[in-house]
């Protein structure tokens, strides 16, 4: 089964310009997960969709990022107008099944604002 | 141990020996655990999880402990191999049937051939 896609791999961009990554998950999973992973941390949830709806998005910095999943399947996250503290790796992670809890990770986005 | 900022908790062996990595975990209501693997470059990988009605896992090579009384999970990588160098984090479920993870701040294994 192919695993989840993550585009672009790289991004590089100035301070107050805007960025937008695409994520698509392993075909069937009901559950998208966006996470920010700053280096030499562990991933932090950003948002969670459950088909098209979302479930979590407390710790998503809302007047900047914002993430959607119109037709229950890719998903896109944006940041405008992008921070030097944005400078992370964006993880989007599936989970299929009812009651299961595991997550299956795409490579992840490194962005890196100047 | 715990990690401030960029400093990683790091463990060096020597290629064969056993490795286990140690973490803290904050909520006790937390109803399962996992340990994932990231290598450079890449998303965390499952290696192997454990609900918080149990108090040990084996996979194949891999063991995890679950102490509920101290809330800390280990995990026990037999005859340690090079390829098994990565930085491993353990998640907590903290979403109950939200099933959200939160990671910890991960631990730098580190093998010597």
């Known amino acids: 089964e192919a695993g989840v896609a993550q585009s672009p791999r790289y991004k590089i961009i100035e301070k107050r310009q805007s960025v937008a990554f695409w994520c698509n998950p392993i075909?069937?999973?009901?559950?998208l997960y966006w996470y920010q992973q700053i280096l030499g941390q562990g991933p932090k949830l950003l948002i969670q969709f459950q088909n098209n709806g979302v479930v979590d998005d407390s710790q998503l910095p809302k007047d900047r990022f914002s993430a959607e999943r119109l037709k229950g399947v890719d998903s896109t996250l944006k940041i405008q107008p992008a921070k030097l503290e944005d400078s992370a790796v964006y993880l989007c992670a599936s989970r299929g099944g009812l009651t299961s809890y595991e997550q299956y990770f795409g490579p992840g986005t490194r962005l890196t604002v100047t | 141990g715990e990690s401030v900022g960029l400093h990683l908790p790091t463990l060096s062996v020597q290629e064969g020996d056993n490795s286990i990595i140690n973490c803290a975990y904050s909520n006790s209501a937390s109803d399962y655990f996992i340990w994932y693997k990231q290598e450079s470059g890449k998303g965390p990988q499952f290696i192997i999880d454990?609900?918080?009605?149990?108090d040990k896992r084996q996979g194949q090579r891999v063991t995890v402990l679950l102490n509920k009384t101290v809330k800390h999970l280990s995990l026990q990588i037999a005859a340690t191999q090079p390829g098994d160098s990565a930085v491993y984090f353990c998640a907590e479920n903290s979403g109950g049937s939200n099933y959200k993870l939160t990671f910890g701040k991960g631990t730098l294994l580190t093998v010597n051939p």
């Open positions: 075909s069937g999973h009901a559950t």
């Open positions: 454990i609900r918080s009605n149990m």
